[in-house]
Structure formats: C-alpha cells, structure tokens
C-alpha cells in the first residue's frame, strides 16, 4: 500500500464492486470518462473476482480516504513498457463528497511516484477532456504539462464530440 496524509493506495477488492457499480452509473462522475457498455452489479462482481493480478504492464489500485477508510476513486498506471519507460495513467474520484480536497492531488502524486520509483519509468502521459478544467488543474499543479491536443476524439454522454489534451510528466518535474 502507498500511504499519504489523506489517501492510501491499495488493490482492488471484489468488495469494492458496488463502489464502482455507483460511480460508473453516476451522470456527473461518468461525465468525462470514456464510455462504456452499461453494466450490472453482477457483472462488477465478476470483474472484480476475476482481475487479473497487478503486474508491470498494468497496475489499477483503489483510493482510500485514511479518514474513513472508505473507498473514494481508483487509479492506474496502464500499458506499461519497460523498454520504453512509459505508461499511461487513469485517475477518478468517484466519490463526490471528496472532490476538491485534496485526494486527487494526492492520489495522483503517490501513483507517480510508485511509477518513477518502483517501475522506473520515464514518462507518465494521460489524457483529459478539454472543458475538464478541474482535472487540468490538478495535472498542472503536480507537474504534467500540455504535449498537445486532439480535435473531436470523446464522445461524450451528451452525445457531443470534445476535444482531449495530451499531457505528460517527466520524473524531475514531479512536483512533490
């Protein structure tokens, strides 16, 4: 487990399906997250019993408030490539009550650090919805930096296409 002041990092539970099982089904949580085929709790249960184990190439932790001990997002560091050093990164706070205060910035810090420390890697990109400021806001304060944008790539819920930023940190930019 990676331990901060507000957050601890740990797997992923078959318990913590009904977690996902709401936020997923939740219209302001899903709002900028690439879609998905509806799916029911069942089907959350399987996939949660059946994950794979966290490996290199793939390492998908839960977000726990240290507070509660309640599970509050998840985060992942995905398509891993050690020759390159390089993998993508996946945040959300599902847990509207804790938006703005802190986790996320955290959370992010701690799964970066994991990455440049533990995998080795170099680079550490994710992409974000243009009209995502908050989410922008955050990657900016920890360090990522704009590498460019794609025109009309997300399809969101809304049924309208929106443009999405590259961006991407380098270890020594890590803003601790």
């Avoid at 959300?92 to 420390?117: P, Q, S, V």
Wanted: hydrophobic share 35%; proline share 4%.
């Amino acid at each position: 487990m990676l331990t901060g002041k507000l957050v601890r990092l740990r797997a992923i539970e078959p318990s913590d399906a009904e977690s996902f099982y709401r936020w997923i089904h939740d219209p302001e949580v899903g709002r900028y997250m690439t879609g998905d085929h509806p799916r029911s709790l069942a089907q959350l249960r399987k996939w949660g019993e059946e994950r794979p184990v966290n490996k290199y190439e793939n390492v998908a932790l839960g977000i726990e408030s240290l507070e509660t001990g309640k599970l509050i997002g998840a985060v992942d560091l995905r398509d891993a490539r050690p020759e390159i050093g390089r993998a993508e990164l996946d945040i959300y706070i599902g847990e509207t009550d804790h938006w703005d205060g802190g986790y996320g910035t955290e959370a992010l810090k701690l799964m970066c650090r994991y990455g440049f420390n533990v995998m080795r890697l170099h680079l550490i990109a994710l992409w974000v919805v243009a009209e995502n400021e908050r989410a922008r806001h955050v990657y900016r304060k920890v360090g990522f930096v704009e590498d460019g944008r794609h025109r009309e790539c997300h399809r969101g819920p809304d049924g309208k296409y929106h443009d999405m930023y590259l961006m991407s940190l380098l270890e020594p930019e890590l803003n601790d």
